[in-house]
């Protein structure tokens, strides 16, 4: 069975502080896909990142950077030099090849201050 | 391009009366996803449809029905409302499923808030 498992349920931190927020998977597939979505203040859901279980190099964008480690089940995300307009819900989520639907974590909530 | 549009945006019901959420898209997306947010849960998949005419059920489908007459819009149901759906409903639509290699993500509407009462 799938699962995502977040378990920083909120995290607070001062600007330009660097961030990590933790994403552990559970599948029994071999191939399966992970996603990041970030949730803000105003409550939409916005893609950030796709990965594939085959892909295990570190993503980085700008800021923002992932690392996926098979090894120990983890997709984790981290900001560096955090900023007031990260302050968001960061979703994790996994989809295993030939599933329809995704499975999401229970998100984490991460709150920037000035 | 409105991209995926919900209708409405927020809603109170009492117990036991019944409503329809409506969801839009214009990306001409085959597959289309309805979930419910509720604190500490994250999102929760109640039914999704991989083309017109089709629908399955999710992770949490009892209470809810659906509908997908149109490739553009999927309904989603409560015929009769409790206390315990009250919840933020999202939908979202995509091109192709999570797994496929052309899928790209899905996309979200802006949400429904639903209170029942």
């Known amino acids: 069975a799938q699962k995502v498992t977040q378990a920083q349920t909120e995290i607070s931190v001062v600007e330009k502080e660097d961030v990590t927020l933790d994403c552990v998977y559970e599948?029994?597939?071999?191939?399966?896909?992970l996603f990041w979505y970030k949730q803000p203040p105003s409550g939409e859901l916005v893609f950030l990142i796709r990965?594939?279980?085959?892909?295990?190099q570190n993503e980085i964008s700008g800021r923002y950077s992932w690392n996926f480690q098979k090894s120990t089940s983890s997709f984790n995300f981290t900001i560096t030099a955090s900023q007031v307009v990260d302050s968001a819900v960061y979703f994790c989520a996994l989809s295993e090849a030939g599933f329809q639907k995704l499975v999401f974590g229970t998100g984490t909530r991460l709150l920037v201050s000035p | 391009n409105a991209g995926v549009t919900q209708t409405p945006k927020f809603r109170v019901l009492k117990t036991g009366q019944s409503m329809t959420l409506l969801c839009a898209q214009d990306?001409?997306?085959?597959?289309m996803y309805w979930y419910r947010q509720d604190p500490g849960m994250g999102l929760r998949l109640i039914h999704y449809s991989v083309g017109e005419g089709t629908t399955a059920k999710g992770e949490v489908p009892d209470g809810y029905n659906v509908s997908r007459l149109k490739k553009q819009n999927f309904l989603l149901g409560l015929e009769s409302a409790a206390p315990s759906q009250t919840s933020v409903y999202f939908c979202?639509?995509?091109?192709?499923?999570?797994?496929?290699?052309?899928?790209?993500?899905?996309?979200f509407g802006p949400g429904t808030r639903l209170t029942v009462l």
């Open positions: 990965r594939n279980s085959f892909d295990e």
């Open positions: 990306m001409n997306h085959e597959y």
């Open positions: 979202a639509s995509s091109l192709s499923f999570p797994s496929d290699p052309l899928y790209n993500e899905q996309f």
């Open positions: 599948t029994r597939d071999t191939t399966y896909y």
